[in-house]
């Protein structure tokens, strides 16, 4: 009789430790300005790149990370790498040869002059820390990165 208890007991905590699968939200269009710009800041539009760059560089060099962090360039930062988009000119564009294994940190943010921004990064390595600036440009299309350079207030 106490081995049908246990039974029962047990099949009940089975039972209630369950996973019950939570549903993916759809995902949400960028919230936008009166003016119909998005509105995602700058330090989002340097996470956001950053993060697809992780996505693009192999072995997985996955197409769809590409041409969304290629996306968050402007036209002059995409033509100052031959305008084609590639895990190899996202890389140069960037200034590293490897993604950073250990992942990065946003350090601050600095207005520059009119619709302007200037994120500071670490990017971090097993072996050193890499500092570098990138520099975004606000248009219609919401913040974009123009440049990146190294950090040589950090050096």
């Given amino acids: 009789m106490s ?16 996973n019950t699968p939570t549903p993916n939200p759809s995902p949400q269009p960028n919230p ?3 003016s119909g710009a ?4 700058p330090q989002a539009t340097v996470t956001q790149f950053l993060n697809l760059l992780q996505q693009a ?3 997985e060099s996955a197409p769809q990370a590409i ?4 996306q968050l360039l402007t036209p002059a930062a995409q033509q100052s790498v031959g305008d084609t988009a590639s895990s190899a000119s996202l890389a140069q564009f960037t200034g590293i040869q490897d993604v950073p294994d250990i992942g990065f940190t946003i350090n601050g943010q600095q207005t ?7 994120v ?7 072996g050193e820390n890499v500092e570098k600036v990138f520099y975004l440009n ?13 950090n040589a207030a950090a050096q």
């Fill in 3 to 18: 081995f049908g208890i246990i039974l029962i007991l047990s099949l009940s905590l089975a039972a209630c430790q369950t």
């Fill in 57 to 59: 560089a192999p072995p």
């Fill in 38 to 41: 998005p509105t995602i800041s």
């Fill in 32 to 34: 936008t300005a009166e």
């Fill in 67 to 70: 041409d969304q962090a290629w």
């Fill in 138 to 150: 606000q248009s219609e299309n919401g913040w974009q990165i123009d440049s990146i350079q190294a």
């Fill in 112 to 118: 520059g002059p009119a619709n302007t921004q200037e």
């Fill in 120 to 126: 500071s990064v670490t990017l971090n390595y097993s």
